[in-house]
């Protein structure tokens, strides 16, 4: 199974900052990868699928990229809303499998 | 207005047996793939199983932890989705989602019932 690796584990940054998250497949994947916004005591929100398309009503500063093994989602200025968990997933047509999951903390 | 409502969760010994419940609408269920995802208290999300619609075979695929032990089934009648859960362990604890698949993610989820192992 393909195993997916996050980093950093926690970032810490602040408003206005450009922050990226990268994920790591352990196997030459398929582009059906998808990012997810979680904020405490709420369900995980979708921004990114296939890698680099974003899903209708997420703020254009959010944007992934990547292809193969390594993919990474960027937010280009860093809002107060930002400030959660953000873990990657990749879809095999039979499974799903996330990454550990990236905590996004004010500096 | 999708609406997912996760119900069943509770506290049980280990050993024991627990069924969910997810309770959709504002979408047509019977057409739709979907699948449950778990998190334990303080980790990450963990992809459990999915079944599929009855007109794509309404079968299921499982995460290698919960295969042998868990079934989803599905009632389309109800709109109503379902994880039972057998021979339940510690590490099975976790806050269960329902979510709706939408090709290659997963665009709408529960918010969640909580599940307790221990003795």
């Known amino acids: 199974d393909i195993q997916m690796t996050q980093s950093p584990s926690t970032l810490s940054a602040s408003v206005g900052d450009r922050v990226t998250i990268t994920c790591r497949a352990s196997?030459?994947?398929?582009?059906?990868l998808a990012w997810y916004q979680q904020k405490p005591g709420k369900a995980p929100k979708v921004l990114i699928y296939e890698a680099s398309r974003l899903e209708t009503g997420v703020p254009s500063r959010f944007s992934g990229s990547g292809s193969g093994t390594e993919f990474t989602l960027t937010i280009s200025s860093l809002q107060p809303d930002d400030f959660a968990t953000y873990y990657c997933q990749h879809y095999n047509s039979y499974s799903w499998t996330f990454g550990q999951g990236t905590r996004v903390e004010i500096k | 207005e999708v609406q997912l409502v996760e119900s069943g969760g509770g506290l049980v010994k280990p050993g024991e047996s627990l069924r969910l419940s997810c309770a959709a609408s504002?979408?047509?269920?019977?057409?739709?793939?979907m699948s449950w995802v778990r998190q334990p208290p303080g980790k990450g999300l963990e992809w459990v199983g999915r079944?599929?619609?009855?007109?794509?075979?309404?079968?299921?695929d499982y995460a290698a932890p919960v295969k042998d032990r868990f079934i989803i089934s599905r009632d389309d009648s109800k709109n109503t989705l379902y994880l039972q859960m057998n021979s339940l362990r510690t590490e099975d604890t976790a806050l269960y989602y329902c979510a709706t698949e939408y090709y290659t993610f997963h665009n709408n989820w529960g918010q969640g019932t909580l599940v307790t192992v221990s003795s």
């Open positions: 504002g979408f047509p269920f019977v057409n739709a793939w």
């Open positions: 079944i599929k619609s009855k007109t794509d075979g309404a079968t299921a």
């Open positions: 196997q030459s994947t398929n582009n059906w």
